[in-house]
Every structure is written in C-alpha cells, then in structure tokens.
C-alpha cells in the first residue's frame, strides 16, 4: 500500500518549515523569518506510532503581487490535491489574520480532513492565546512549539486518525508488481507499452507527458506482472509546467506499491547526475532494483560498447552494485524477452529466506577469513546472525558491542552473505545489535 501523505499549509511565516523538519527528524527545509523562503514544495517521509507518511512542506499560500506568490500558492494548492490530511499552521503570535482567513477557505473547498495547529506557544502561559482560533472553523486548535518541539505528539495522534483505512489490494499475492521510474523522455511510456504490446500508455518527445501512475496487467511464461507507469521526475527549479511539479511524490507512492523497480536511463543522453537521485529514492525504499538501458537501438556500437558502458553505470551507481544491468529498446524491442525473467529473478531475492543455521556458518567462515575488528582494546565478538524479515532481506547481527562493528566489515559481511545465497538486485539491510 501507498504511504498516507500530509500537507503541511499555511500563510507565510508560521514556522511551516520548522514543524516539517520536527516530524521528518531531519533539517530539510531552509528555516528563516523571511516570508516565502520555501517556494516550492519539499518531500520527506515521518513516521508515528505505527504509521509512516508522506510529509510535504509547502510555501506560505497569500494573496499579493510580491514575487513569487503566485507560484507559491499554485504549490501549495497542488499539495492540498495530493494529500490525504491537511496540517493547518498559524501563529499564536499574530492572532487570526486575514491572511490565515484566506488560507481556510481555501482548506474549506480542498473537502480534505483539516488539523489546525497554532505555533508558536512556547509555555503553558500562553494557551490562553489560541481560543480566537476556534473562529477559522476547524474544530479544536492544538498549541505547538515547533522550535522547542511542544505538543506535536498530540497534534500527530490527531492527524493519524484522519489515514485513509488500510485496504486490502485486488492483486494477486503472486503477482509481481514493478514500477519504471526515471527523467524525463528516456522512454518508460514507450517501454510499457511494448511489454504490453498495445498502446497503453501516451507516447510523445514532449518530456512530462505522463502524468500520472498508470496500472497495466500481463502476463509472461504464467507469470502475472503488474505494471506501474509513472510521471518522470525533473529536479526543482527545473520544472515550469505546474502539472508536473509533484510528479516526484507520485513516482514515490508508485515505488511504495512496488515490489520491483527498474531505473530507467537514456542510452543516447548517457547519465547524468539527476539519475542517480532517482535511483536513490527506490534504494532508500529497500525495493529490489533493475538498472534498464533504454535507446539502445539508436547507440552506434562496437564489440566493447556495452562493456564500458557497464562499467560506466558500476562507477556512477556504486551504491548500486547488487542490480542487474538489461539493455533494450523499446522502439525495436530489441532485448525485451529479456526483462521479464530478470524481474522475476529480483522479486524472489527480495523476499528470499535463508536457513539461520546455514547463515551462521556463512558468518564464521567469513570471521575465519577476515577477523573482527578490534577497537581501544576492545574486539569484536558477533555472536549469532539471524534473518528478521524480508523485501528487504533484513538480518541482525547479535555483538558484544554495536559500536565496535565498522561500517566496512558490516560491508565486508554483507559480500560474504550475497556470495553465499545471491540475493542479485535487491538490497540488504544489517542491523548490529548488543545481545545481553
């Protein structure tokens, strides 16, 4: 299922910014008394209790002819249609504005669930400020300090009521669901609709002609694959048509569903550094990972063509060692047979389960071969390795001391793991834990 997605909204300087950087736990968002410091909208994802979300932070929405408003609340609007609840900021300090009178109507038509929050109560004193709030029509406002961190537990517990319920989707559990994410024009649309072998989805040189995340089922050698087409996704800044400018979130939801996800890359254009960002997203996700080489059929080559480009890719995506690479061309559909087995081969590494008995053995041979690290004295002990869960496959390692296992031999144990059992395109996660 999709992460649920909040939007955080509000007028200028309410300290929106503050509140998004609190929740997500990282300092994403510029933090400034200067109103409309954050012109476009910013993604991260929160976690509460047992939910995880999609966050968004978003301009202050005004009305006004200083630079930038327009566009400032044409964001802010688009995050509203994206969200499923809607976070309400005002200030204590200022009262109720017209401005923040503005801002609610705008919630009013979004028929979005609205939890208000005034910031900016930094001591119970000052509680007493936000009754004239309960007039913007929102129900109860909820007191917060996003600088000190007050109240936002309880401002979270409301907003986790407002979740769109837990569904259970019509796929079938042996379906392989996969999504192609890239830039731009590199050729996703085109790709679907040669998998598919009909025109599906909208084919054009225009870059951003798809819009939104398009489902497509088929099946190949009695395996059912479903098929998730997203927008392709530009860096900020770069972006000018207003349709497309959350089509970053979209290409997120569509990597949540997924249980394999092909980063699609232009052969003609080469790489460039905006895919190795989107590569990143599906990495983070701990999704399993096909590196696709659309075009191709347009690349004059030699019998060493495809081996430096390899390599090229290798040198780029480092963090990316573990996905297959598959070239194809969607136009000829030159290599295409190919994909489908791959896709395959991914979905059931990502949920491979491995004996623990047999895992352990892994572990001391590779100890027999490397030994632990030792540090001010101190070495390390691994004690016993387990698997925990799976897409991705998830181990724990039970230490002596977590703080003495280094990130290079938790790496090194990691090679030792993939050489034993493959694990071929999907991520590992290594968790070092103390055992009592």
Do not use: C
Request: net charge negative; proline share 4%; no cysteine.
């Amino acid at each position: 299922m999709s992460k649920p997605t909040v939007a955080i909204v509000g007028r200028p300087n309410v300290g929106k910014s503050t509140i998004f950087n609190r929740i997500i736990g990282e300092r994403i968002s510029i933090v400034e008394d200067t109103p409309g410091v954050t012109r476009d909208r910013i993604y991260g994802t929160g976690d509460w209790l047992t939910h995880e979300f999609h966050v968004i932070d978003t301009g202050g929405i005004e009305i006004g002819d200083a630079p930038f408003l327009e566009e400032i609340r044409e964001q802010a609007e688009l995050a509203i249609t994206e969200s499923d609840v809607i976070i309400f900021i005002a200030s204590s300090r200022e009262g109720v504005t017209s401005a923040d009178e503005e801002v609610g109507k705008i919630l009013f038509r979004s028929k979005k669930p609205v939890v208000l929050a005034v910031n900016k109560v930094d001591n119970p004193e000052m509680r007493s400020d936000i009754y004239e709030f309960y007039s913007l029509g929102f129900g109860e406002p909820f007191p917060i300090s996003g600088s000190h961190g007050l109240g936002l537990g309880d401002l979270l517990d409301e907003v986790v009521k407002h979740f769109p319920k837990d569904v259970e989707e019509n796929e079938d559990a042996d379906t392989i669901k996969f999504s192609l994410i890239g830039r731009p024009n590199v050729g996703k649309s085109s790709l679907v609709n040669s998998l598919l072998g009909e025109e599906r989805v909208i084919v054009s040189d225009i870059a951003g002609t798809t819009r939104d995340a398009i489902d497509s089922f088929y099946e190949y050698e009695d395996q059912k694959f479903m098929i998730i087409d997203t927008a392709g996704m530009r860096k900020r800044g770069k972006v000018y048509e207003k349709t497309e400018k959350y089509s970053v979130l979209r290409a997120l939801k569509a990597i949540d569903r997924s249980d394999v996800v092909l980063v699609v890359l232009n052969g003609e254009e080469g790489i460039q550094e905006q895919d190795k960002k989107i590569a990143g997203y599906a990495h983070e996700a701990g999704r399993g990972i096909v590196i696709v080489v659309n075009k191709w059929d347009a690349i004059e080559k030699d019998d060493k063509t495809m081996k430096k480009f390899e390599e090229k890719i290798r040198a780029h995506f480092q963090f990316l060692d573990y996905a297959p690479i598959v070239f194809v061309s969607a136009k000829t559909r030159q290599r295409l047979t190919t994909l489908p087995p791959v896709i395959k081969m991914v979905s059931e590494n990502h949920s491979l389960r491995v004996q623990s008995s047999v895992l352990n053995e892994v572990i001391a041979d590779a100890i027999a071969m490397n030994p632990a690290p030792s540090d001010k004295g101190r070495r390390l002990k691994i004690l016993y390795t387990t698997q925990v869960g799976v897409k991705p496959p998830t181990f724990v390692i039970f230490v002596n001391d977590p703080e003495i296992m280094h990130f290079s031999y938790e790496r090194f144990l990691e090679n030792r793991i993939r050489d034993a059992f493959g694990f071929e395109g999907t991520p590992i996660k290594i968790i070092s834990r103390e055992r009592k």
